[in-house]
């Protein structure tokens, strides 16, 4: 089955800064790739994805690109504000059937912390 | 995306009871998804919740423990069998509300301790 790595775990960076959480997967099948961020207390929320059939994927101020020959993709995070401080959570997804059941395989997550 | 209500929001039991957990999604889906959280960690599958169908369970879960019914497109529960300290996790509820890859999107979980 899939297995994707993250890192780094933690990540504390400026206020205005950037932040770059990368992760690596395993099964060259994996087709879809998005990122969850998790508030304390709340449920994972999707805040971006991308499909192996693009290299880059941009939402304001946050973008994801993949490289699919080294099977990593990583989540940029620019001009960071306090309310980004979260864990954030890579997935991949499982090779696609007929059922539409695939399934996501998460990373382990990377505590970020915007300091002001 | 569809909204997706879980119940209970959290629970204390105890050691050797069960707990149900019910999921109610507004729209009509194909696949749910249980996922498992536990404290810090990262969010594992359980199982798939096919309606009309047994769950399909992932390795390491199994039915007498993880017992799942999906009566319908918009409903389905979850069980914790049996419970013991180690079972302590956040249980959450996941659709997806379009076709293949579409995104998936969690409901809101349920915290469960276990004394």
């Known amino acids: 089955g899939e297995n994707v790595e993250q890192h780094p775990s933690t990540l504390s960076v400026q206020e205005g800064d950037s932040a770059v959480i990368k992760c690596t997967y395993s099964?060259?099948?994996?087709?879809?790739f998005p990122w969850y961020k998790q508030e304390l207390g709340k449920r994972p929320q999707l805040i971006i994805d991308?499909?192996?059939?693009?290299g880059e994927k941009k939402d304001q101020r946050i973008a994801v690109t993949l490289n699919k020959t080294a099977k990593h993709f990583s989540l940029h995070i620019t001009e960071t504000q306090p309310e980004d401080s979260a864990v954030y959570f890579c997935?991949?997804?499982?090779?696609?059937?007929?059922?539409?059941?695939?399934?996501?395989?998460f990373g382990t997550g990377t505590r970020l912390t915007i300091i002001p | 995306s569809a909204v997706i209500s879980q119940k209970p929001s959290r629970d204390i039991c105890q050691r050797g009871t069960s707990l149900t957990i019910q999921c109610q999604v507004d729209?009509?889906?194909?696949?749910m998804f249980w996922y498992r959280q536990q404290p810090g960690q990262s969010l594992t599958l359980i199982a798939t919740?096919?309606?009309?169908?047994?769950?399909?369970?992932e390795s390491g879960f199994v039915i007498d423990k993880f017992p799942i019914s999906r009566p319908n497109l918009t409903f389905s529960t979850l069980t914790v069998s049996n419970m013991s300290p180690e079972d302590s996790s956040i249980y959450l509820c996941?659709?997806?509300?379009?076709?293949?890859?579409?995104?998936?999107?969690f409901g809101n979980g349920t915290r469960l301790t276990v004394t």
């Open positions: 996941s659709v997806r509300t379009g076709g293949r890859s579409s995104p998936l999107h």
């Open positions: 099964d060259s099948a994996s087709n879809y």
């Open positions: 991308i499909r192996s059939n693009v």
């Open positions: 997935a991949a997804s499982d090779r696609v059937s007929n059922f539409g059941n695939e399934k996501l395989t």
């Open positions: 729209s009509q889906v194909t696949m």
């Open positions: 919740a096919n309606q009309g169908s047994e769950a399909t369970y």
